[in-house]
């Protein structure tokens, strides 16, 4: 019976780590060439329907194969496996009913049958991370407080964030639910964590940073509720063509730091910038693709909303001996109509945009259309169809004065995928407008 018991375990275990690893890298039982074309088909895809909203439009926009432009092979990722540079890890029930399990989550809360999966088989996370999150897991199963599954339930424990760079830097982040605990209860942990991390099993890890926040909230910024550097160094440092980069708690980074290069390679030649180009970068987090194509253009000028990612820019352009760009910190609906309605500069402007999944915010768009000095766009994104597509159809609407749209309309030239995300469905598409 025991036996039996024992083997119907083992059997729910294995269809749980299938499912996360299904439901994470969708495609990791595919060969790379076979996820490669999985990922062009897609981004054909993408394109045909751009094509018929742009003929809704009346824009003809239908070329060969139904595509809006020529779309290129998909540009493979240089590592395949063990690639990100940043993994989030959640803290909730695991398969065993463990409310302290540290993984990725299987299931839907609709369905309400959540579970927490450890992620040592997930081929896209690397060993380091894996380490990380188990010793993690070790430090709270020991401690007396629960973790936070439900905000209002109470709990403390909660999610757990690993950043590494190809530097041998390892960052982690803690998120802490404070509930009603008093200051001096709060330092016990936090004291208590950076022994565990520093002195205690953790040690093993060779954290370079160990960071703890206390938040209420799902996510919260280093502004609504500051990163508190427990131990090591307050950055980690990546290097990137050439360049030393960087990199606070909460700055955006390319997840696939040797991918990223091929991409960014690839956006200094799209944009066919010479001596007199203002380069324009939007959403530009620690500013790696303006900072990659200085040398290339008279001046860069990048937008980013995280603060801290400013910071990491500015001081980046300043260590690698870049005098050339200037950084603006603010949300790029507020600071890219005022930079450029009294835009008078006579030199080239291309603009390349990386906006989250949200996209770009619609004054951005309007800013950018309304420019009549920009002739060449690159717009960069990993989730094209969505809030993108929105995107790229206010970038080639006709004019239209009830929403002040007065500049010329942008067309789509060229698509280019790069797969940043092998085993998953995504990539990033770099789709080139001119006008």
Known sequence: HRNQDSSSSGHCLA?????????????WRLPYREQLQVKYESQRKILQTL??????LGIDAQKRGGLCCPLQPVVPSPIINGYRNKSTFSVNRGPDGNPKTVGLYVGTGRERNIVCVKANHVDNIPSKHKQVAQCYEEFIGR???DSCILFHEGGHWRELVVRTTSCGHTMAIITFHP????QEALATQKALLKEFFTCGPGAVCALTSLYFQESTMTRCSHEQSPFQLLHGAPHIFEELLGLKCRISPDAFFQVNTAGAEVLYQAVGELCQATGDTVLLDICCGTGTIGLSLAHRVSKVIGVEVVEKAIEDAEWNAAFNGI???EFHSGKAEAVLPQLLASWEDARPLVAVV?????GLHYRVVRAIRNCRSIRRLLYISCKPEGEAMRNFLELCCPPDPRKKLAGEPFAPVLAIPFDMFPHTVHCELVLLFTR
């Not at 094509?51 to 809704?56: G, K, N």
């Not at 509930?179 to 008093?182: A, H, S, T, W």
């Not at 990386?354 to 949200?358: D, G, I």
């Open 15 to 27: 269809v749980v780590l299938s499912r996360l690893a299904n439901a994470v890298t969708p495609l």
């Open 51 to 56: 094509a018929s909203h742009l003929e809704e």
């Open 143 to 145: 401690s007396p407080l």
């Open 179 to 182: 509930q009603e605990l008093g």
């Open 323 to 325: 005098s050339n760009c």
């Open 354 to 358: 990386n906006p989250s999944r949200a």
